[in-house]
């Protein structure tokens, strides 16, 4: 089974600086990877997947990631912070379910502050 | 845009009562997934469904809870008797089929809080 690991359960920085959020994978085949945004009380968004087309994946709201097989790794990371960006982040991995079907199997989460 | 719906999105009840929540998929999408998030942790799969079968409920507590997905659309999931340990969100999402690098849509979610 695949697995991910969030390094850091909080994360805080100021407003315009770097963001940068941890995720390592763990698979035996080469893995897709999506990285996730929940706002309090609400579902889970989109931010951006990688389906190894590229190594660097570029999202919505400016968020991006790298691939590194060598480090097995799927870090996330803006450029400069914004109070908006407040929330909680999850890494997945798509993994095998029944048969031929597939699942996502999340990290325990980032929550990212943003101080002004 | 289309978007999953659920309701409620809030759910209070006392131990040992039973609750059921509902979703409705995007439109057109075969599979539909139901997630549990315990506070703190990441989305954790109950139950995935490819139009009205079952794929995977490895995960799901079956002598208390159900899910079902009649005519392959929405679906209901269902938890009786209710305990202590069940208070958490309750996530659905869908997808167009079940190909590993599909996107999951995901919707609002139910909070239940079992008193």
């Known amino acids: 089974a695949q697995s991910v690991t969030q390094l850091g359960s909080h994360v805080s920085v100021s407003e315009g600086a770097l963001v940068l959020l941890r995720c390592n994978y763990s698979?035996?085949?080469?893995?897709?990877l999506f990285w996730y945004v929940q706002y309090p009380n609400q579902g889970l968004q989109l931010l951006l997947k990688?389906?190894?087309?590229?190594?660097l994946v570029k999202g919505i709201n400016g968020f991006e990631a790298e691939f590194k097989k060598s480090e097995t790794s799927f870090h996330l990371t803006k450029p400069s912070a914004h109070m908006s960006d407040a929330a909680e982040y999850f890494c997945a991995v798509s993994d095998q379910s029944g048969g031929s079907n597939y699942k996502l199997t999340f990290g325990k989460g980032t929550l990212l502050t943003v101080n002004p | 845009e289309a978007e999953v719906a659920q309701s409620p999105r809030y759910k209070i009840t006392e131990k040992s009562q039973a609750v059921a929540f509902w979703c409705d998929p995007i439109s057109g999408h075969a599979t539909l997934y139901w997630y549990r998030q315990i506070l703190g942790q990441g989305p954790e799969l109950l139950v995935q469904?490819?139009?009205?079968?079952?794929?995977?409920d490895s995960q799901l507590p079956k002598d208390r809870f159900s899910a079902e997905r009649l005519k392959g659309v929405d679906s209901t999931l269902k938890i009786q008797p209710a305990e202590l340990g069940d208070s958490a969100m309750y996530l659905c999402a869908s997808s167009q089929g079940t190909v590993n690098t599909d996107t999951q849509y995901f919707g609002p979610g139910t909070r239940l809080t079992v008193l």
């Open positions: 990688y389906t190894s087309a590229a190594t």
């Open positions: 469904f490819q139009d009205e079968s079952v794929v995977d």
């Open positions: 698979s035996s085949v080469p893995p897709y």
